[in-house]
């Protein structure tokens, strides 16, 4: 079956840096589209960044433009995500989601910026 494995949350300073990974199986990866999204606590889901099946277009939202970076690795069916400039409000849960004919969620990764 589809698995999509985060990993690399933690805890982190401000100004500090982490990087996610999301390993993907069941799926042929080269021809999905990824996602990261988040949720904070009492908060609604939130697209962070995205990157086409080839990895040649990215998007962000305006809030981590300029500190996130999403990159893919086709040949290692892994997505990954830069975070660098930490602030509090970059605390949630982090889910890789994968879209093509079909959806899938990964299972999340707590990411915690606090000094």
């Known amino acids: 079956q589809v698995q999509l494995v985060e990993s690399g949350g933690g805890l982190v300073q401000p100004g500090g840096s982490l990087r996610l990974s999301c390993a993907a199986s069941g799926l042929i990866f080269s021809d999905y589209a990824m996602r990261w999204y988040r949720q904070a606590p009492g908060k609604e889901r939130e697209l962070v960044a995205g990157i086409s099946s080839g990895g040649g277009s990215t998007n962000y939202a305006d809030s981590v433009k300029g500190r996130f970076t999403i990159s893919r690795d086709n040949a290692k069916r892994m997505i990954y995500l830069q975070m660098n400039s930490l602030k509090f409000e970059d605390t949630a849960v982090y889910y890789c989601?994968?879209?093509?004919?079909?959806?899938?969620w990964g299972q999340g990764t707590q990411v915690t910026v606090s000094s």
């Open positions: 989601y994968a879209h093509w004919t079909l959806t899938y």
